[in-house]
């Protein structure tokens, strides 16, 4: 059974940096895309980034430059790097694992940015 279980959300103030962090078991980790998405009151779920295994990445509009995403292979997790945080950014989390047409969801982490 596939597991994700993301942590590192929590309140910070606008301009400052957070990091996420996504465990994953149950599967071949290195053949998934992986990925964060994110969700704000209201609105859609929408792209943060995505990893292949090979390290190409990809990454929404509003987050290219400030957002960063990387992958271990050998520890089976995947971690968001987020800086320059604005209150636009405020979301709950979610990490994804992704193979063909099959996709699995962690329970998402609330990431708030507020002064």
């Known amino acids: 059974q596939v597991q994700l279980v993301e942590s590192g959300g929590g309140l910070v103030q606008p301009g400052g940096s957070l990091r996420l962090s996504c465990v994953v078991s149950?599967?071949?980790?290195?053949?998934?895309?992986m990925g964060w998405y994110r969700q704000a009151p209201g609105k859609q779920r929408e792209l943060v980034a995505t990893?292949?295994?090979?390290?190409?990445?990809n990454y929404g509009d509003s987050v290219k430059g400030r957002f960063t995403i990387s992958r271990d292979n050998a520890k089976n997790t995947v971690a968001l790097q987020m800086n320059s945080l604005k209150p636009e950014d405020t979301a709950v989390y979610y990490c994804?694992?992704?193979?063909?047409?099959?996709?699995?969801w962690g329970p998402g982490t609330q990431v708030t940015v507020s002064s």
């Open positions: 994804n694992a992704r193979i063909g047409i099959k996709s699995n």
């Open positions: 990893i292949i295994a090979d390290d190409r990445t």
């Open positions: 149950g599967m071949n980790f290195r053949t998934y895309v």
